[in-house]
């Protein structure tokens, strides 16, 4: 089964400055996608960056961007030039298909705080 | 507006209430997912809908009854919840992808926070 961990329940980072969030996950597959997503205080569970496996590029979505590191079955994200809007839970994602639907697994979570 | 609405947002019940949660889409999709999340614990998929089908059934207690009508609209009955059912229950919905497809996230509503007195 495959297992998602995050390491870090909480992070702080001054507003600006830029922040990692580590996960590791575990499976046997050899393709597949991971997620991060953003759960700000609305509770809105939000998209953030994704990554399919087989590509070697780390993928980046304007301020973020992740370290896929395949072999260490690592997947960090970095918010580079923190914002306060950035204060969320982060949750690290892999999915797997069921019948053309997704099973997603979630990591435990990596509650960010942004200081002004 | 993520086009995935849940109702109602908050509802509090005893333990021998019987209520629903609605989950309605208006994306066209055909997959359909009910997450619970309770402090301090992962998000952890309960039951996932494929096409109207159920596909995947975490082990989930019988006192929580998924229904999907349609591929817009998505259940769960409540019937006989002990206190530690007390969580938010998101739902999310999907395209129908294959292996390869790239629009394949799931979009995912407000949740409703549920608390079972």
């Known amino acids: 089964a495959q297992t998602v961990t995050q390491s870090q329940p909480e992070m702080s980072v001054q507003e600006a400055e830029t922040v990692t969030l580590s996960c590791t996950y575990d499976?046997?597959?050899?393709?597949?996608?991971l997620f991060w997503y953003k759960q700000p205080p609305s509770r809105q569970m939000i998209l953030v960056i994704r990554?399919?496996?087989?590509?070697?590029q780390n993928a980046t979505e304007n301020r973020f961007s992740v370290n896929f590191q395949k072999a260490a079955k690592s997947f960090s994200l970095k918010i580079s030039d923190s914002q306060l809007g950035d204060a969320a839970m982060y949750f690290c994602?892999?999915?797997?298909?069921?019948?053309?639907?997704?099973?997603?697994?979630f990591g435990q979570g990596t509650r960010l705080t942004i200081n002004p | 507006e993520t086009g995935v609405t849940q109702t109602p947002r908050h509802l509090v019940m005893g333990m021998t209430n019987k209520k629903s949660l609605k989950c309605e889409q208006h994306?066209?999709?055909?997959?359909m997912y009910w997450y619970k999340q309770s402090a301090k614990k992962p998000l952890e998929l309960m039951f996932v809908?494929?096409?109207?089908?159920?596909?995947e059934n975490n082990s989930v207690p019988s006192r929580f009854s998924p229904e999907c009508p349609n591929s817009s609209h998505l259940f769960l009955h409540l019937h006989t919840l002990q206190p530690e059912d007390s969580a938010l229950y998101l739902c999310?919905?999907?395209?129908?992808?294959?292996?390869?497809?790239?629009?394949?996230?799931?979009?995912f509503g407000p949740g409703t926070r549920l608390t079972v007195t």
């Open positions: 999310a919905s999907s395209p129908q992808v294959a292996i390869w497809d790239r629009d394949y996230e799931q979009y």
């Open positions: 499976t046997s597959e050899s393709d597949y996608y």
């Open positions: 990554q399919e496996a087989y590509k070697q």
């Open positions: 994602a892999y999915r797997r298909l069921i019948q053309g639907a997704q099973k997603l697994v």
């Open positions: 994306l066209g999709h055909n997959a």
């Open positions: 809908y494929s096409l109207e089908e159920r596909v």
